[in-house]
């Protein structure tokens, strides 16, 4: 199968832009009304007309409560049973590493496989391993190390899961809904990281964090449920050429597509800027606040809050030709917040700060995912939004790893205004090559 030839350096492929120029089949075949003849809150919310996505939506809003419940409730348990910023930084790389190394199978699975199966199966599977963690961990046998290998097997199943589940977006919904449902699916995510560390930082308090790990594994039981329910059509793709060859011709798709270039280099350096403030946010809570397990969650529950309400926000639009100036606002906004952030010393001033990071992050995170989708033909869309993956989640080991490193020599201060002055850097260079993605409609 040939590659589709990318449009003159700065220019979107000219298919692109023929495919925006019309609506979507699905949604004319569903009967649905055009999304530009909603109104109020049923244009913030429009996606919502389709029941394979609202289906979807509310497995997502149980799910990812239980997952953010075990993302905090791990990272403290690390802290609690070795008071080592490097081990804090060590468990995340084992979290993330895999969908770096693995991703680019993930995404090929998704273009030569059902997308829909792959996710229940991933999904199942992330089940197993929430319930293993949770039984090692209210025996009292939990160690470092078995801490690390279940972060490794989560991380192989991520690696999968992700392209899958961003590529099935477009088939719940269609392209006219696409920033929509991606900025909802968004919104949901981050209010899920409201909720979800709130209560951690509660249960772990109250009865450890073993419990937590059992009821994430308890929620995936509502998104296998939705998913089962769903009516999708029969899948048909069938790849005429070896794995392989189909795994090459995706690295020159996105090689040659200088769009997707510059939008995955620009969330390759926010990913790598700010892994310092995620991975170091216990100590924060800990040594410098003085808050504990409590105000780690509500830290991360205020920046969830700005997440929500980014999302939110985005989810009225309904072109994506101004995203890219998103982005830009985005990431100077999220520079200045890490700045201040590692200079600060007062708890609620910094819990000030942390929802204008949650509304930075997110709303770039979810305008570059619609822009990639925007872009890509549906026979590619799984192997580049695998590379979506690898630079959002799969270079965060690198940038976890060597923040714990950086945090031991230099202090946890300097390691966080470092991704914030990291990241104004980057805003600067996307802004020089913002040529490459304005000619997107």
Not at 171 to 180: A, C, R
Not at 266 to 293: K, N, Q, W, Y
Not at 367 to 392: C, H, K, W
Request: aromatic share 10%; charged share 15%.
């Amino acid at each position: 199968m040939p590659v589709p030839t990318p449009g003159r350096e700065g220019e979107a492929p000219s298919l692109v832009l023929q495919e925006l120029s019309t609506q979507s089949d699905l949604t004319a075949s569903a009967g649905l009304p055009p999304a530009g003849e909603l109104r109020g809150f049923r244009q913030a919310f429009r996606a919502l007309r389709h029941r394979n996505f609202r289906l979807f939506v509310t497995g997502q809003i149980v799910s990812l409560v239980g997952t953010w419940m075990q993302n905090v409730a791990q990272a403290w348990l690390v802290y609690r049973l070795t008071h080592s910023e490097l081990l804090l930084g060590t468990a995340w790389f084992c979290t993330q590493i895999p969908v770096f190394a693995f991703g680019a199978l993930g995404g090929l699975a998704a273009d030569r496989r059902s997308r829909y199966r792959l996710v229940v199966l991933t999904q199942t599977l992330s089940m197993c391993q929430a319930f293993a963690l949770a039984a090692l961990t209210l025996s009292g046998k939990v160690q470092v190390w078995h801490i690390l290998v279940f972060a490794v097997a989560l991380g192989t199943i991520n690696a999968f899961d992700m392209p899958a589940r961003q590529s099935l977006i477009i088939e719940m919904t269609s392209k006219e809904d696409l920033l929509n449902a991606i900025s909802l699916n968004s919104a949901i995510f981050n209010a899920a990281r409201v909720v979800g560390p709130a209560i951690a930082g509660v249960l772990v308090a109250a009865v450890g964090e073993g419990v937590c790990f059992l009821l994430n594994g308890i929620s995936f039981l509502a998104v296998i449920g939705c998913l089962l329910a769903m009516r999708l059509p029969k899948f048909r793709r069938r790849a005429q050429d070896s794995p392989w060859s189909h795994l090459v011709q995706g690295f020159k798709y996105v090689h040659g597509n200088r769009a997707v270039r510059t939008l995955l280099g620009m969330m390759a350096a926010i990913t790598i800027s700010g892994m310092p403030a995620l991975v170091l946010m216990p100590f924060f809570a800990e040594d410098i606040f003085h808050r504990g397990s409590r105000g780690l969650g509500i830290l991360m529950g205020a920046m969830g809050v700005g997440a929500v309400a980014g999302t939110l926000v985005l989810a009225w639009r309904e072109r994506v030709s101004s995203l890219p100036k998103v982005i830009f606002w985005s990431a100077l906004l999220l520079g200045a917040s890490f700045s201040v952030f590692a200079l600060s010393n007062a708890f609620y001033f910094s819990l000030a700060i942390m929802p204008l990071i949650g509304f930075s992050v997110m709303r770039q995170l979810a305008s570059a995912n619609t822009l990639i989708q925007t872009l890509v033909p549906d026979e590619f869309r799984g192997r580049t939004m695998a590379f979506y993956s690898m630079t959002v989640v799969g270079l965060g080991p690198f940038g976890s790893l060597a923040a714990g490193a950086l945090a031991h020599a230099y202090g946890a201060r300097l390691t966080v205004l470092g991704g914030g002055l990291l990241t104004l850097a980057a805003a600067a260079v996307f802004r020089l090559n913002l040529d490459a993605v304005r000619e997107i409609r």
